[in-house]
């Protein structure tokens, strides 16, 4: 029959141009790669792109040679990505070609979805947050433009790797701006190939469905800081209400220009909680009556269309892959690689239903490598 020749070779073959043609976050981000086969559980050590600071010549450069300090960072090799297929006598009887559209495309264009939503989730350990206003074009370009001077305070480099994945919603909102409209006219078509809205004010700007919405948790917007000095990474706050601070609120403290974020849940008991956040504390809280305002809606009062939408530079995040260990009990698997991504195919049979069944699978693990790099752009309407 026609799909003898269809082999776990040849789908991982399929599948992994497919994969890179479909996905958008995953192609803004840092990437690197294992050779060896991995384990899910197992750690890749990645190295982080190396960081200088310029100086001001005085005529003697003694003293102020900076050394090639790299980095390094783990990466838990903690997510398997799979689509799971059982094929009929019908599939079964399909060309190469037609195998292909009818099956591998449509397996990685799910593929791809998971793996931008697993990035997009990154959002939870950013701090730094613009919201968008939107009374008019003026005042979205302004909330734009705020966006951007966060990560001009913040340093990030001026690049052609400054990226701004927006949500469905906020894409309409930003089609509906001059601005965005008239980069239509630049005859540019890539955002008809690429989901890519255009280049302004010095990010490409790109169309994503899998951004995602964050509720607070507590029922309560406000709260009171306890007494905590300069380089603290937790402290008590009480007047929360009910329920939980959720990781990934970012939130403000009077007194303290500084954006944080909750890097764990924390339980509310007693209308307070001990709540870890990132960065460390820069104002010190010494009256402890300090006023905490959390960003975001609570669970109760959702807003179900707002979105943590993301402007980063490309080394704000990392996606690490790494080729599977092969199957062994008789399975039949193909490991291929191809750019950097390791794509793993597995058959097996159900003797009960003489079906076939197969697996497409990629293991990988997510990394916010430096959140000083990234700021979240929330919409509410």
């Keep these: 029959m026609a799909n003898t020749f269809i082999t776990p070779t040849v789908v991982a073959k399929l599948a992994i141009p497919a ?54 960072v ?11 297929i059982e094929f009929t006598q019908v599939e079964q009887s399909l ?9 591998v495309e449509p397996a990685m264009q799910a593929l791809s979805q998971k793996v931008d939503e697993k990035l997009a989730l990154q959002y939870k350990n950013i701090p730094y947050f613009q919201d968008i206003t939107e009374t008019s074009g003026a005042t979205i370009l302004a909330s734009l433009l705020g966006a951007r001077k966060v990560q001009n305070d913040l340093k990030v480099p001026f690049d052609q790797s400054r990226y701004a994945v927006m949500s469905p919603l906020t894409t309409a909102l930003l089609l509906g701006v001059d601005a965005f409209r008239d980069l239509e006219k630049t005859g540019n078509t890539k955002a008809l190939r690429e989901a890519s809205l255009g280049k302004l004010f010095g990010y490409e700007f790109f169309e994503n469905q899998n951004i995602q919405h964050h509720t607070r948790g507590t029922t309560d917007g406000l709260g009171t800081a306890a007494v905590a000095a300069v380089g603290a ?13 959720n990781k990934g609120t970012a939130f403000t403290i009077a ?39 959390f960003h975001g809606p609570a669970a109760t009062d959702e807003v179900a269309t707002s979105r943590d ?50 697996t497409c699978s990629i293991l990988c693990g997510f990394k916010t490598l430096t959140p000083e790099l990234a700021v979240r752009l929330w919409d509410a309407s």
């Design 233 to 245: 990474t937790s402290m008590l706050i009480s007047a929360l209400g009910t329920g939980t601070v």
């Design 95 to 103: 060309d190469i070609a037609n195998f292909n559209t009818q099956v």
């Design 255 to 293: 007194g303290d220009t500084t954006q944080y974020v909750v890097t764990a849940d924390a339980t509310i008991s007693g209308n307070a909680a001990t709540v870890s956040f990132y960065p460390a504390l820069v104002v010190a809280t010494t009256a402890g009556t300090e006023v905490v305002t």
């Design 309 to 358: 939408n993301l402007m980063f530079h490309k080394n704000a995040f990392a996606l690490v892959t790494a080729p599977m260990a092969p199957p062994i009990g008789g399975a039949t698997g193909a490991t291929i690689t191809y750019k950097g991504l390791a794509i793993n195919v597995v058959y097996s049979y159900q003797h009960g239903k003489f079906q076939n069944r197969m």
């Design 19 to 72: 994969l890179l043609k479909n996905w958008v976050f995953a192609g803004l981000v840092h990437r690197d790669y294992s050779k060896e086969f991995r384990k899910v559980g197992n750690s890749v050590r990645i190295r982080k792109p190396a960081t200088f600071t310029a100086i001001e010549f005085d005529g003697d450069l003694e003293g102020q040679w900076q050394t090639i300090q790299e980095t390094y």
């Design 74 to 84: 783990d990466v838990p090799m903690d997510t398997v990505l799979t689509v799971p």
